[in-house]
């Protein structure tokens, strides 16, 4: 049946339907489009919702880490905000409460840390102290009935590990390990396409974390047990056993202590180690004090490999997948690191959650190191406890 004729200009609108009248009113008012924004705002600006609830931290230890990085990130956290803050240096603490607008209320030193027990807008206290302290500031921050995350690594043995755990238990709050890559994309998916088997079956790893560290720092301190394994090796030891999803068997290990080197009085400049997993995949892993910065792992499978450089930084992953006919670098955006890692602890608070790096999740490290520091002396391939 022929269309029927069109009589007149509201018959054309009416035929045309609305894809037609609406190019005929663009058309019209072409001289009428608004160019700025009408309401004096972008017309799709994301405006935040406010969160039902937040949690309030607590930062111990106003160091490098916790000045350069973790209070920065809380301007990027949703669910996170600082409340207050501990320190043994007064005037320090007085002008960073000053910036993050924290109440003078909200100040502490080591000696008044316990009436934290006191403050009810504290839920929860990130250790960013020497790794000696993080075993007490822990359990006296479960004892003041808050939540714990304590930075890696977990502490100084095995035995302090297994202590704060018991705390947080006997406390009934929650303790979580500050391994901040388990909470960032470019390792999140290092980790989904190790789980994928795309490019078989994981035959080996390789991992290196090395920088220069300059005397005085607490890295160099014995007595605050610092030294590259804990600081930095425990890095390629954790994404080891992250890619591998497993948990190894047997150790060797070289440590190396020049004598010429005065940084190098209490603590290895350099450890090599190699760990044994289940199945007889192999990883060898190195960190180094004194030498140029290089923070990088490959995870090597049957048909290809995957490639993380920059792996340990707080930015700048470079993710190489690799098989035998291609490769391609992937991208991702980055996340603060610590934002994201607050937040998940966070959530995990607000709804009662466990968290992805509880303390069981340092202390299996703290096994591993310490077999590793025996295969260092003793010349001998160590056995893991479990
Ligand atoms: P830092 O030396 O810069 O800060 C240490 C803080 O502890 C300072 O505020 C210092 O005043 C305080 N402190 C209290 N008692 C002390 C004592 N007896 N001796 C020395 N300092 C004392 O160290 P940092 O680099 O901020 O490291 C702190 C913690 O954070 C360590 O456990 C470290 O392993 C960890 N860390 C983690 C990352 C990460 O990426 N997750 C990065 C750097 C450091």
Redesign the pocket.
């Known amino acids: 049946m022929p269309a029927p004729p069109i009589s007149s200009r509201r018959d054309f609108l009416g035929a045309a339907g609305a894809w037609g009248a609406s190019m005929m009113a663009g058309l019209a008012s072409a001289d009428s489009v608004p160019l700025a924004p009408p309401d004096k705002q972008p017309v799709d600006v994301a405006i935040p919702e406010k969160p039902e609830k937040t949690v309030g931290w607590a930062i111990v ?6 000045l350069e990085e973790i209070l920065p990130a809380f301007g990027r956290s949703r669910l996170s905000r600082v409340t207050a803050l501990v ?3 007064p005037d320090k603490a007085k002008k960073v409460a000053d910036v993050y607008g924290v109440p003078e209320s909200g100040i502490y030193n080591y000696e008044t840390y316990d009436r934290l027990a006191d403050n009810p807008d504290v839920d929860a206290i990130y250790i ?4 000696s ?2 075993a007490e500031y822990t359990i006296r921050g479960f004892q003041a009935k808050k939540h714990v995350l304590c ?3 977990m502490a100084a043995n095995v035995a302090e590990c297994e202590a704060m755990i018991a705390a947080g238990r006997e406390a009934e709050r929650k303790l979580m390990i ?1 391994y ?1 890559l388990r909470y960032e994309p470019f390792n999140k998916k290092v980790i989904e396409l190790c789980r994928s088997e795309e490019l078989g079956p994981i035959q080996s790893f390789s991992a290196s974390n090395c920088q220069v560290v300059e005397a005085p720092n ?1 890295r160099l301190s014995g007595e ?1 047990a610092g030294g590259p394994l804990g ?1 930095i090796g425990v890095y390629c030891l954790n994404a080891a056993r992250y890619c591998l999803d497993a948990e190894p068997i047997e150790v060797s290990a070289f440590a190396h202590q020049p004598e010429t080197d005065p940084r190098f009085r209490e603590v290895p400049a350099a450890v090599s180690f190699a760990m044994k997993f289940p199945g007889g995949v192999l990883a060898t892993c190195d960190c180094s004090f004194n030498a140029s910065e290089s923070r990088r792992y490959r995870v090597q499978c049957q048909k290809g490999f995957i490639d993380l450089e920059n792996a340990f930084s707080y930015e700048g992953q470079i993710l190489t997948v690799a098989s035998d006919k291609r490769r391609a670098q992937l991208q991702i955006a980055p996340v603060d690191h610590f934002a994201a890692e607050m937040d998940h602890f966070s959530e995990c608070i607000l709804g009662g959650n466990e968290p992805r790096t509880p303390g069981e999740e340092g202390l299996k490290d703290m096994k591993v190191m310490a077999a590793i520091e025996t295969a260092a002396k003793s010349g001998r391939v160590e056995r893991v406890c479990s």
């Open positions: 230890g106003l160091g490098k880490l916790a320190s043994g240096h960013v102290l020497p790794n302290m993080h930075e890696k690594p500050a901040r607490i605050l600081d």
